[in-house]
């Protein structure tokens, strides 16, 4: 740029081809002026300026700006200069040209729908690889059943938990921030199990990314498990047993396994909820079981009524102590296929609690009461087990007794169940006024023959 000398105004400052006039003024106060011949919107405008300084600096940035052929550059105003000067000193320690960043935001406020680059940052950084603690997913496991131990769980389910998780750290022996929503349907898919046990393993490995996002283990945001897709378990068949088939199953049971068996059958207790009761969970007297927070799989206490033939089942045990199964889990298993082996019936899964579930509903006609006893919920009661089985099915299923179902006459002794177990009968179970047993249960406990 060269400038036309002058000791005089109008002072001429040239670039290019392009010339931009400064004229000096004298103010209504007397106070010299400085006023800008500005062109650039392609008429002339008169911009006043207090000192020769920055007139000066304004008509070199016009004229520059013209003489490149950008008119809208020169065409902006005092204020707008002096915004686009601080924008400079802004981006001066990222060294990053003000285009590039002007088109890096206008990008960045259209894929955001807005103004939300704020939010974006706050994300990325709460997601960052960089800022999680790196762990390899055997090592969030071990960390996890360690916890769970440590929290009390109980021996079974610390037993599910490590089953399933076990098989999840030996597919994917990576860093667990690495896993995503793709890599956890694939491995979903490839199990070969049915819909239930998807859905198992969906629910035990989401809690393991709920874990390690807690720990800064996995991103927050999503939840890897959450996202995969697994077929409904809506559409399993409910099993459950006929009242001719616990007959023999109660007849063909050990005495070690026989409490259990009956509690399941006409209590509705989880298999994991008979494994941890103890007898003195079990009120023969007031007519209740009491399903603790501690042995419920839900963690909520519920009050259980004892049927009149679960009584009666019950009876021989009243005295006892300590819990009512006092084998193990694979002892557990044992027993049951003993039984089914003797009985001649096959054993299906969680029937003894679906049986409850659906010849309670029958009986009761409420959803609601039989949740209550069942631990769980209406929905669930209703859209399981309605219409499952009819009342006249409900009625022969707790009219279910020991003699019906375990002693046909007498046994070793010369004396059948009821002869044996009268005393302890009459001692436990509930009276009626005056301390007199109610007619019912006099003949449920007087003859064999007496029982239905």
């Excluded at 707008?80 to 935001?105: C, F, I, K, M, N």
């Excluded at 046994?411 to 001692?427: F, V």
């Amino acid at each position: 740029m060269k400038r036309i000398k002058s000791q005089s105004y109008p002072l001429r400052i040239r670039a290019g081809n392009t010339t931009v006039a400064i004229y000096k003024r004298t103010r209504a106060d007397g106070s010299p002026g400085f006023e800008v011949a500005d062109y650039s919107t392609g008429t002339r405008k008169l911009r006043s300026f207090p000192t020769a300084a920055t007139a000066r600096a304004e008509a070199e940035r016009i004229a520059f700006a013209l003489a490149r052929g950008d008119a809208a550059a020169a065409a902006v105003n005092g204020k707008d200069a002096a915004s686009y000067a601080r924008a400079l000193e802004l981006l001066r320690p990222t060294g990053q040209s003000l285009e590039l960043v002007a088109s890096t935001y206008a990008k960045a406020y259209a894929d955001l729908g807005g103004d939300r680059i704020g939010e974006a940052v706050a994300f990325f950084l709460r997601n960052n690889p960089d800022n999680l603690t790196q762990r390899t997913v055997a090592e969030v496991v071990a960390e996890m059943l360690a916890q769970r131990e440590a929290d009390g769980v109980s021996a079974c389910h610390l037993r599910d938990l490590r089953g399933r998780l076990s098989r999840f750290a030996k597919a994917f022996q990576v860093p667990m921030a690495s896993i995503t929503a793709a890599d956890m349907q694939r491995w979903l898919d490839g199990l070969k199990v049915g819909p239930r046990s998807k859905q198992n393993f969906r629910k035990t490995t989401r809690n393991l990314f709920s874990y390690a996002q807690r720990r800064n283990h996995y991103a927050r945001g999503s939840n890897p498990a959450s996202e995969a897709e697994v077929p409904s378990a809506n559409g399993d068949t409910v099993e459950i047993f006929t009242p001719s088939e616990m007959v023999k199953l109660l007849a063909a049971s050990s005495t070690e396994f026989l409490p259990a068996l009956a509690l399941g059958a006409f209590a509705g207790l989880r298999t994991a909820e008979l494994q941890r009761i103890a007898w003195s969970d079990v009120d023969l007297a007031g007519g209740f079981i009491t399903i603790t927070a501690k042995n419920a799989k839900t963690r909520t206490r519920r009050i259980v009524p004892i049927q009149t033939n679960l009584a009666l089942w019950l009876a021989p045990h009243a005295r006892k102590i300590g819990k009512v199964w006092r084998g193990t889990l694979s002892q557990w298993g044992v027993a049951q296929e003993a039984t089914a082996a003797a009985s001649g019936v096959v054993w299906k899964r969680n029937a003894c609690r679906h049986s409850y579930a659906s010849y309670r509903l029958a009986a009761t006609q409420s959803a609601a009461q039989v949740s209550l006893e069942c631990g769980n919920t209406p929905a669930v009661i209703f859209a399981h087990y309605r219409e499952l089985v009819r009342p006249d099915a409900a009625a022969a299923w707790f009219a279910i007794m020991p003699s019906t179902g375990r002693c046909r006459g007498a046994n070793k002794t010369g004396r059948s169940w009821c002869e044996q177990n009268r005393n302890n009968a009459r001692s436990v179970l509930p009276l009626g006024r005056g301390g007199i047993i109610c007619p019912l249960l006099q003949r449920r406990i007087g003859l064999c023959g007496d029982a239905t």
